[in-house]
T-cell receptor, first 112, second 114 residues
Framework: NAGVTQTPKFQVLKTGQSMTLQCAQD?????MYWYRQDPGMGLRLIYY???????DKGEVPNGYNVSRLNKREFSLRLESAAPSQTSVYFC???????????FGQGTRLTVV | AQTVTQSQPEMSVQEAETVTLSCTYD???????LFWYKQPPSRQMILVIR??????QNATENRFSVNFQKAAKSFSLKISDSQLGDTAMYFC???????????FGTGTRLKVLA
């Protein structure tokens, strides 16, 4: 049982380059999330998808786009990477009700 | 908007002793869910314990327990008999019962000393 799988685990980009972070879950969860983690700032929500076919902005959406490809997959795209987007990115999934979010292993992204 | 505050950026505790991590939150909802996550150096986010606001009884999972004070909007985590493997970043999180978003605090870095 893989849970939530993110790719890649590490990435270095040059300023202005684009890339897509991939996320897939095999727990049949309806909701999926993208967070970024920065020192001293905890985890901040970038975008989320409450269910297949819907996406909504979180706290820090600027500079990002997302696609809920199907129930399993939720991708995060950086169109033109900036050094301020250097961070650790986490994908998560959950169901409704009294349940926690399940996290992937994270992607460490460095923009130089 | 809901907020979660962890006022202790760093803490340390001697092995086998007890430590309490603080968390406060702000919400106007009557029912919601609260969580503590552990993030060891491996970066993996691991659920430690969870509490439903509707239930007055404090949750307990082995050496981990919470002190949930709904009126004070406080949700502290107590770790008993601390072990070296408890060294990690700990995050408090909130989710309203009718919403999808999990709101996280800024974390407390805990170091267990041998």
């Amino acid at each position: 049982n893989a849970g939530v799988t993110q790719t890649p685990k590490f990435q270095v980009l040059k300023t202005g380059q684009s890339m897509t972070l991939q996320c897939a879950q095999d727990m049949n969860h309806n909701s999926m999330y993208w967070y970024r983690q920065d020192p001293g700032m905890g985890l901040r929500l970038i975008y989320y998808s409450a269910s297949e076919g819907t996406t909504d902005k979180g706290e820090v959406p600027n500079g990002y786009n997302v696609s809920r490809l199907n129930k399993r997959e939720f991708s995060l795209r950086l169109e033109s990477a900036a050094p301020s987007q250097t961070s650790v990115y986490f994908c998560a999934s959950s169901d409704m009700g009294f349940t926690e979010a399940f996290f992937g292993q994270g992607t460490r992204l460095t923009v130089v | 908007a809901q907020t979660v505050t962890q006022s202790q950026p760093e803490m340390s505790v001697q092995e086998a002793e007890t430590v309490t991590l603080s968390c406060t939150y702000d919400t106007s909802e009557s029912n919601y869910y609260l969580f503590w996550y552990k993030q060891p150096p491996s970066r993996q986010m691991i659920l430690v314990i969870r509490q439903e606001a509707y239930k007055q009884q404090n949750a307990t999972e082995n050496r981990f327990s919470v002190n949930f004070q709904k009126a004070a909007k406080s949700f502290s985590l107590k770790i008993s008999d601390s072990q070296l493997g408890d060294t990690a970043m700990y995050f408090c999180a909130f989710r309203g019962s009718g919403t999808y978003k999990y709101i996280f605090g800024t974390g407390t870095r805990l170091k267990v000393l041998a």
